[in-house]
T-cell receptor, first 116, second 116 residues
Framework: AQSVAQPEDQVKVAEGNPLTVKCTYS??????LFWYVQYPNRGLQFLLK??????LVKGSYGFEAEFNKSQTSFHLKKPSALVSDSALYFC??????????????FGTGTRLLVSP | DGGITQSPKYLFRKEGQNVTLSCEQN?????MYWYRQDPGQGLRLIYY???????QKGDIAEGYSVSREKKESFPLTVTSAQKNPTAFYLC???????????????FGPGTRLTVT
């Protein structure tokens, strides 16, 4: 089964500093990887995805993610954090069942706190 | 959250009562999903549906039931058999469930269910 791990429950950064939210994956075959963000009492919003191609993927709100096959990682990054980036971030991997049906397997989430 | 609506946003029920959560999408997506979110546990898949009149159990289906009579609608019933129903419930959809699509899902705003 495919899985992702988010090793940090919480990440704290100061506004204006770069941020990194970590994700590692375990898959058979080529991974399809995703990042989502969740603000309090809201649904998840899609940020970006890696399917194939460039290892650096750019997404919404100035976020980007770096795919590293040798380290089986897909870390989310932003050069300069904003207080409004404070939220819960989820990494996910696509899993394809024997029927061909595909679903997402989510990590446990990382809470990002950006201080003024 | 655009394109997927969930109602109500907050729901309170007495223990022993069944309750139905609504999920509607106007994205013309084939696949729909229900997740449960608890603090520190990420998202867990309850049920999913690939097409109308078809649905499959996810990882934690016990105590829940669904129907998919229309493409746009995928209601979830939390029955009295669900031992810990208090949680945040998220509905999602995706363009097509089968391989060949990248698999990203789009989420509704969620329903917070409290059972006392």
């Amino acid at each position: 089964a495919q899985s992702v791990a988010q090793p940090e429950d919480q990440v704290k950064v100061a506004e204006g500093n770069p941020l990194t939210v970590k994700c590692t994956y375990s898959v058979s075959g080529n991974p399809y990887l995703f990042w989502y963000v969740q603000y309090p009492n809201r649904g998840l919003q899609f940020l970006l995805k890696y399917i194939t191609g460039d290892n650096l993927v750019k997404g919404s709100y100035g976020f980007e993610a770096e795919f590293n096959k040798s380290q089986t990682s897909f870390h989310l990054k932003k050069p300069s954090a904003l207080v409004s980036d404070s939220a819960l971030y989820f990494c996910a991997v696509r899993e394809v069942e024997n029927t061909g049906f595909q679903k997402l397997v989510f990590g446990t989430g990382t809470r990002l706190l950006v201080s003024p | 959250d655009g394109g997927i609506t969930q109602s109500p946003k907050y729901l309170f029920r007495k223990e022993g009562q069944n309750v139905t959560l609504s999920c509607e999408q106007n994205l013309n997506h084939d696949a729909m999903y229900w997740y449960r979110q608890d603090p520190g546990q990420g998202l867990r898949l309850i049920y999913y549906s690939q097409i109308v009149n078809d649905f499959q159990k996810g990882d934690i289906a016990e105590g829940y039931s669904v129907s998919r009579e229309k493409k746009e609608s995928f209601p979830l019933t939390v029955t009295s058999a669900q031992k810990n129903p208090t949680a945040f419930y998220l509905c999602a959809s995706s363009i097509g469930p089968y391989s060949g699509r990248s698999g990203e899902q789009y989420f509704g705003p969620g329903t917070r269910l409290t059972v006392t």
